[in-house]
């Protein structure tokens, strides 16, 4: 089935710091998601891209949908100590199914104040 | 508050046994998701219930099953416990049929099986 990698696993970084993270597929997307958990929380969708090459950004979080297809990213700038948690891509489809979302392993934040 | 609702938010229960969790979607949201989170699968996609009625599968065992009921809600039984069935359980829903909607979790139901 599709699979999702996200990289990198994790990153600990100090307050005030730029982030990048990205997912790679082996396949097409034709939508790509971030989202963000928070310890004890369920995922909560930061950011949706539905066009190849398109940027969106949501305050400090910029995202992009790769031409290819196959991979995003997500940049947050001037980090905070509540961006910590742990952050997935996620698209639809898979397993011949588009009801479905596959999701990444994760990026692991942790912010340093 | 996704405005999903699970219940219990905690279990622990032994081998062999089987529980029942509960899922309340946000008002007028008709699907349904079962997914199922532990350190080394990440997210799984279990099952999509739409309005009452089973719309997609996946990796979900045959010792699992799920419903989605007349008012909506959706109950995941998960039967003959495993040690290795000890994980987060979310439920999500959405308005639509389609993952394209937006979905919305729950704050999951952690299972302990010991």
């Known amino acids: 089935g599709q699979q999702l990698n996200q990289s990198p696993q994790s990153m600990f970084i100090q307050e005030g710091e730029d982030v990048s993270m990205n997912c790679t597929s082996s396949?097409?997307?034709?939508?790509w998601l971030w989202y963000k958990q928070d310890p004890g929380e369920g995922p909560v969708l930061l950011i949706a891209?539905?066009?190849?090459?398109e940027l969106t950004s949501n305050g400090r979080l910029t995202a992009q949908f790769g031409i290819t297809r196959k991979d995003s990213f997500l940049n947050i700038s001037a980090s905070i100590p509540s961006d910590v948690g742990i952050y997935f891509c996620?698209?639809?489809?898979?397993?011949?199914?588009?009801?479905?979302?596959?999701f990444g392993k994760g990026t692991l934040l942790t912010v340093n104040p | 508050d996704s405005g999903v609702t699970q219940t219990p938010k905690h279990l622990i229960t032994a081998t062999g046994q089987r529980v029942t969790l509960r899922c309340s979607p946000r008002?007028?949201?008709?699907?349904v998701y079962w997914y199922q989170q532990s350190l080394d699968q990440g997210l799984q996609f279990l099952i999509q219930?739409?309005?009452?009625?089973?719309?997609a599968k996946g990796n979900i065992l045959e010792r699992f099953s799920a419903q989605q009921f007349p008012d909506l809600h959706s109950e995941l039984n998960l039967s003959s416990l495993e040690l290795g069935d000890s994980a987060l359980y979310f439920c999500?829903?959405?308005?639509?049929?389609?993952?394209?909607?937006?979905?919305?979790f729950g704050e999951g139901s952690w299972l302990t099986v010991v």
């Open positions: 999500a829903s959405s308005v639509g049929i389609s993952s394209g909607n937006t979905i919305y």
């Open positions: 396949s097409i997307f034709n939508t």
């Open positions: 891209l539905y066009k190849a090459g």
């Open positions: 996620a698209g639809p489809g898979g397993g011949g199914s588009n009801y479905k979302l596959t």
């Open positions: 008002s007028g949201d008709l699907s």
């Open positions: 219930y739409y309005n009452g009625e089973e719309r």
